[in-house]
């Protein structure tokens, strides 16, 4: 099926009830989990590693979950790119401070880890708060879907997001004139600007950017964690206070007390993260991989 035939599925499946979405959603995610045996092995691998005190019965019973889930953000990303603003509204719950971009008198980066509703926690930036929301993604190959996923999260028109390839100085411009940065911190990508921190106990490469950046800029650190709730309930997006450790002089120690955050959020609600995802995939040099 071509992208433009997804893309319009995508369209025509954001018509639905959410209740029904969520039915659909996970019934693909089950399918998924049958069909897609490359990234259920991750899964299961990820969940090993950091659960080792789980059975593998356990084990195998979350990450089938995690698919569900997986499933519904997949299919629910039409609600997220086409759906009206006033409908969205009425489907995101917002807790805590939303609104400290708009008072703040210096810029504040929105941490958000990969958690299942993480681009609802970027249309709640956009949705409920007046300060420009800036972003950093990854460029898709495929341009048909390149356009549509920036069309999707430009579509409130206050925001931007710089690829990944050429974001640098023109990021820096922005968050220097006020602009909110919401930073996705917890991907593997590779040794440069990371250093091997624990991430459950495991060497893992974690990015040193969000503190130094936070550090050279003077920003305000605030967490923000997406939840989507079952049976098509909404969702609901958590502001947490601001950090008021972090950042420090040591981007090593900062990137530690981030991974151990993000680990307490996990823990809290372990389906919804993003399992399928390599996250240990670089390892310190002379160790063996840890995916077989």
């Known amino acids: 099926m071509s992208t433009r035939l997804l893309l319009a599925a995508l369209w025509l499946f954001h018509w639905l009830p959410l209740p029904l979405q969520a039915v659909c959603g996970s019934a693909f995610g089950r399918l998924g989990w049958h069909l897609v045996r490359s990234r259920r092995k ?7 590693l950091c659960f080792p005190e789980l059975s593998a019965g356990q084990r195998e019973r979350l990450a089938k979950e995690h698919f569900r889930w997986l ?8 609600l997220l790119w ?13 807790e805590g401070d939303v609104h400290l971009a708009e008072r703040s008198e210096k810029p504040v980066m929105w941490l958000a880890p990969h958690f299942m ?3 609802v926690a970027g249309a709640s930036v956009l949705l409920f708060q007046n300060r420009k929301g800036i972003s950093i993604y990854q460029r898709q190959s495929d341009p048909v879907l390149d356009r549509a996923l920036r069309r999707g999260r430009l579509r409130f028109g206050n ?5 990944r390839d050429d974001a640098g100085r023109a990021l820096m411009r922005a968050i220097r004139r006020g602009d909110g940065f919401f930073n996705l911190p917890d991907m593997d990508f590779g040794t440069r600007d990371a250093a091997f921190v624990p991430f459950f106990g495991i060497e893992a490469t974690t990015l040193l950017a969000p503190s130094r950046m936070a550090r050279a800029l003077d920003m305000v650190v605030q967490p923000v964690i997406a939840e989507i709730l079952p049976r098509g309930r909404g969702y609901v997006v958590r502001y947490g206070a601001p950090w008021t450790d972090f950042p420090t002089e040591d981007a090593v120690a900062d990137s530690a007390r981030m991974n151990r955050w993000i680990e307490s959020e996990i823990r809290r609600n372990p389906a919804q993260y993003l399992w399928v995802h390599r996250r240990f ?5 002379g160790t063996p991989s840890l995916y077989r």
């Open 42 to 48: 991750v899964a299961l691998r990820n969940l090993e």
């Open 71 to 78: 499933g519904r953000s997949l299919l629910e990303r039409g």
């Open 82 to 94: 086409y759906a009206s603003p006033e409908r969205l509204r009425r489907l995101i719950r917002v």
């Open 117 to 119: 509703g993480l681009d």
């Open 159 to 163: 925001a931007e997001i710089f690829s």
């Open 281 to 285: 995939k670089t390892r310190p040099p």
